[in-house]
Every structure is written in C-alpha cells, then in structure tokens.
C-alpha cells in the first residue's frame, strides 16, 4: 500500500510540474531543482541532541553567510574526518565511533547543508565539499570517511583542491555519476524533456561543470591517494555499479563488496576492517 501511495504522490507531482511548465517553465524548473536538492529529514536542535554526540566538542563554522556545524573527539595531532549522507547528520557514525576512538586520533564530523545542526535549505555535493574545503584548511587531515553523497562530496573535493595532505580516503555506497542521479530524479517524477533539459542547464550554470564529466570516478583517475571503497551489491539506493566505477578507475584502492548490509553498511566486521585499513601503514 505504501508503494503504490508512493507512486501516486510522485507521479502527481510530477504532472502538476510537466503542465506548470508550459505556462511558466522557469517556476516549473525552480521547483523540480527545490525537489531534488532540499532534504526533508535529517536536521537537529541542540536541545535534542542524539547521546551520541554529547560528547563531542562542538565547533561552527560560516560558508556563503550559513553556520554549519562540526563534532570534534580530540585525540591526538593526526585527524579523520566524516561526511554523512542525503537525510541524515553526523549522529549516523554512532556505530562507527567505537571502532575509531580507540585510534587515539582525533575525529571530526561536519554536518552537511541543510541536516543535523547545519543552516541552509540546500544540499549538493560541491556545497558540501566547500564546507570540507573550510574544514580541511584549518585541521589539514590525513584521513577522509564518507558515506553516500558524503563520498561523492570527497571526490568532488579532491579533483578540485588536490589536496597532498589526505592521505588515505574510505568511501561506503557513494554514487559517482551526477547524471545518474538526475536522470533517476526525472524517472520518479516522470519530468518531461524540457524541465530536464532546464534542470541540466542549470547544474552547468550552478557548478561550472558539464554535467556528463561530473562523475566521481573519472575524478578519481588522477588521485593518489590510498583508497577504501565498500558497497553492497543489494544496495537499492547507489547502486553497486557506482562502486565498482570507483574501484576500477582509483589506481590505489582495495575495494570490498558486501551482501546484505544495504545502502546503511552498518556491520561490525566492516567497520575492524575500516580501523585496519587506517591503521596500515
């Protein structure tokens, strides 16, 4: 019942924004665009604020006039950071955290655009990769872990700053290929080709990038850094194909498939092999 409630809500919307836009196809691609980039759970408040992260040191920094927030665990001077996903915030890395802790490095999360404690209405990969770039510029990490767009964000980072500080990178279920995800956005709703063609106008004109060469793993062609990439070939969400560009294009990456974790990868042995992959030397 659920599903077919789905299908209905989407495929609704989808024709109310087909037939806004022969009237005004700007408003009809404004809105599609506010769809696609505007999560709808994943924020907190500080007066509930997950156990999780009672712990941590908060920090907040401003990018374009919006505080976003960060989670520090302090350990020693060598630092990892993490990235969340779409519809989540940094409380996701909870059962992460025991397995990092004992590391003795410090930890640092940055709650993406528009979740957890960060302002804004609007989430994309290179917005998140500004607020990494603001990040990094101060604590200067070796270690980078990012999970779904979080992952995506890393790579869009990395092509753009090359940073030679990050050493090692560890992506769980990140998608590469933007277009992808745009033509699935345009399946849901069954958009018709000129709000797409609008849509796909307007990443060029937001990011500077053709949208066919914004893909995470062309990106990852030329980067030097030791890499730990997992996906699950039953994730539902970013599909195993993702994966499996990112494996075949980083020069320098171990690439582990899973079955059964889903899109979460959320699992005890994964998370020993994490912490051993960041200890080797």
């Known amino acids: 019942m659920q599903k077919i409630q789905y299908f209905i ?14 009237i005004n196809l700007e408003k009809a691609k404004n809105k599609a665009y506010q769809l696609f980039s505007q999560p709808r759970k994943g924020q907190l408040t500080k007066e509930l604020l997950p156990k999780t992260l009672q712990d941590a040191t908060l920090e907040t920094f401003q990018y374009n006039n919006e505080n976003f927030q960060t989670y520090i665990w302090q350990g020693n001077e060598e630092i990892i950071l993490l990235m969340h996903g779409w519809e989540s915030n940094t ?59 979080g992952g995506a ?41 000129k709000i797409q063609a609008q849509l796909e106008a307007y990443y060029f004109q937001k990011f500077n990038i053709n949208l066919n060469e914004f893909s995470g793993h062309k990106f990852a062609e030329n980067f030097p850094q030791k890499a730990f990439i997992v996906h699950d070939i039953h994730d539902k ?3 195993i194909d993702e994966g499996r560009k990112y494996a075949s294009a980083w020069k320098n990456a171990t690439f582990i498939e899973t079955n059964g974790l889903g899109h979460s990868l959320n699992d005890p042995h994964l998370y020993q092999q994490i912490s051993d992959f960041i200890q080797k030397a």
């Open 9 to 22: 809500i989407t495929k609704s919307i989808g024709l109310y924004l087909n037939l806004l836009s022969f």
């Open 91 to 149: 409380s996701r890395w909870k059962k992460l955290l025991p397995y990092l802790k004992p590391l003795g490095k410090t930890i640092i999360a940055i709650d993406a655009p528009a979740h957890g404690l960060s302002e804004g209405k609007e989430f994309n990969a290179p917005k998140y990769a500004e607020f990494l770039k603001i990040v990094t510029q101060k604590y200067q990490p070796k270690i980078l872990i990012g999970h779904s767009v």
């Open 153 to 193: 964000a890393i790579a869009f980072y990395l092509n753009k700053y090359k940073n030679p500080a990050i050493k090692k990178v560890i992506l769980l279920g990140a998608p590469s290929d933007f277009k992808l995800l745009s033509d699935n956005f345009v399946k849901l709703l069954s958009l018709n080709h």
């Open 237 to 239: 969400v970013v599909l």
